[in-house]
């Protein structure tokens, strides 16, 4: 079992900056990647950024040179730095916790992003 706690969403205008945290606690040193989604009102939920296990970075093309995806492992904690924000990134981003080997994923609660025009 894992728990993932998001923190750090709230409003920003357009072009602004947010940081999320997403703090881990349990069963993490078998996870092989730790992932941002989000999901706006009435759409699906969408993978943003990933950082796997031994540090390899992936970013969804519409995030890509604005959002920056990282891990302390002393700290047990992800981040993703969302630089140039735009209106329609408003959205509730989650947390999530991959283990390959018997495909399980957990999730955090969510935070809720707003950015305003």
């Known amino acids: 079992q894992v728990q993932l706690v998001e923190s750090g969403g709230g409003l920003v205008q357009a072009g602004g900056s947010l940081r999320l945290s997403c703090a881990a606690s349990?069963?993490?040193?078998?996870?092989?990647?730790m992932n941002w989604y989000r999901q706006a009102p009435g759409k699906q939920r969408e993978v943003v950024a990933t950082v796997t296990s031994n540090g390899n970075r992936f970013y969804a093309d519409f995030v890509k040179g604005r959002f920056t995806i990282s891990r302390d492992n002393a700290k047990n904690t992800v981040y993703l730095q969302m630089n140039s924000l735009k209106p329609e990134e408003t959205a509730v981003y989650y947390c999530n916790a991959y283990y390959s080997g018997n495909s399980v994923s957990y999730w955090g609660q969510g935070t809720q992003v707003t950015v305003s025009s």
């Open positions: 349990g069963s993490i040193y078998s996870i092989s990647s």
